[in-house]
């Protein structure tokens, strides 16, 4: 009897204990948001957190072993991931705020001497922060972490170790604020605002409800929903890298950012960056500060900036663009070259981009392990052509073309793709 009690009582304990784990989804004021060295996401509520944007919460201290050890309960008041890459020991680790401490975990590990006071690693920065987040010298002048606390922003240079504050009286009291995908987002309530990290300015339309952009909940969503495919599934429609080192590539109405795994791998829908393009594409390159996406017999050539913007007078036909015509299976650049390699069928043509009017100069036909290629890119290894989940590496285009003896084929991996191995 006494037995069948206790059992009730622990089952009646794990059922509220189950029952009380917080839902996102019912709209929740974060503690904290931050990505940690491998580019996973982390949400943090009370004694919680969200690992990634789907998914249930859990115990924050069952990932950070010894978070709990700092606060009774558990509770951060800011997060952030270090961005300097100047200091390797430093560079990628997360911190943590709780009230005048701060600890470090780098591979989801407490490191030694932590915790500290705030003052040793942050001199000048005020305690119980509202939030923090890392802004890099590419978007900032100098490798910077903004911390917050009410209306004020306390901007810390981590080269000089000084300080400069700032009141943002137009922004909302942030209560986390998160870097992702080169933007900045101050999250307050279940709303969030993205914001300037220099000046605070803020354009568009916000606030913004963040369960229709950071985490999959019923009835909210904005379109994207892309699901990740199993790595033996992918089938690349194009693959490019631009001057910035931007790659992208695309498969059906989506587009993902490879070049941004510290933040993740996410998918949107072509139409985000590039909204004339509402049918996909079958081939795209990128040449001097321009990406040139084909569809059908069109070329669309947008300006490569902040955010794409389409050329005036375009689209154009392949003809008058390239000196082609007919279907395009794939199209790459080698950096600092000035011809297109744009495979048709079995054969690879070249077209010299500086020549006016534009035309093939070379016509050879390929390997028949190559005669339907999904996509191709060219960079500092060499060639990846893409066929279904799998790819072939040549030293050069010309190998890719001339070469007689076969490459064996390689696996797309979730490393390369962001998809399920």
């Known amino acids: 009897m006494k037995l069948f009690t206790r059992t009730l009582i622990l089952l009646f304990f794990l059922g509220n204990k189950v029952a009380a784990l917080p839902d996102r989804c019912a709209g929740i004021e974060f503690d904290a948001i931050t990505p940690d060295e491998q580019g996973n996401t982390f949400f943090f509520k009370g004694g919680h957190l969200w690992k990634g944007f789907h998914g249930p919460a859990q115990p924050s201290n069952e990932i950070f072993k010894k978070l709990h050890d700092i606060h009774p309960l558990g509770h951060v008041d800011a997060a952030f991931r270090m961005h300097n890459a100047e200091n390797p020991d430093d560079h990628d680790h997360i911190y943590f705020f709780v009230d005048d401490k701060v600890v470090r975990f780098y591979d989801q590990s407490l490191e030694d001497g932590y915790p500290k006071e705030m003052t040793e690693d942050f001199p000048g920065v005020p305690t119980h922060l509202d939030a923090a987040v890392e802004c890099p010298k590419t978007e900032c002048m100098t490798n910077t972490v903004l911390f917050f606390k009410g209306q004020d922003v306390y901007f810390y240079d981590l080269a000089t170790k000084t300080v400069k504050t700032k009141t943002w009286s137009h922004l909302p009291q942030c209560t986390s604020a998160f ?32 369960r229709n952009y950071f985490m999959k909940c019923p009835n909210f969503g904005h379109g994207g929903d892309h699901t ?175 070469g007689r003896i076969i490459v064996e084929p390689q696996k797309i991996t979730s490393a390369m793709m962001g998809c399920q191995d």
Request: hydrophobic share 35%.
């Open 179 to 210: 870097r992702w995908l080169e933007h900045y987002y101050c999250f307050h309530g279940h709303n969030f605002t993205r914001f300037h990290p220099v000046s605070g300015e803020v354009t568009g339309n916000y606030p913004k409800d963040a």
């Open 228 to 402: 990740v495919p199993k790595c033996s599934e992918v089938k690349l429609d194009a693959i490019s890298t631009d001057d910035t080192g931007k790659t992208y590539f695309f498969a059906g109405s989506t587009y993902m950012r490879l070049d941004t795994s510290r933040d993740g791998l996410h998918g949107f829908p072509i139409t985000r960056s590039w909204k004339e393009l509402t049918n996909g594409v079958d081939a795209v390159f990128s040449y001097i500060d321009k990406i040139y996406l084909m569809k059908d017999d069109k070329v669309y050539i947008y300006k490569a900036d902040a955010h794409y913007s389409l050329i005036e007078g375009y689209p154009k036909s392949l003809k008058e663009e390239l000196g082609i015509e007919g279907h395009v299976d794939a199209a790459f650049l080698c950096p600092n070259e000035h011809t297109v390699h744009i495979i048709q069928g079995g054969r690879m043509r070249d077209v010299d981009l500086t020549a006016t009017p534009r035309a093939i100069t070379n016509d050879v036909p390929l390997p028949p392990h190559l005669s339907d290629i999904d996509a191709g890119l060219c960079g500092p290894d060499g060639v990846k052509v893409f066929k279904g989940s799998q790819f072939y590496l040549y030293e050069s285009p010309k190998i890719l073309a001339t």
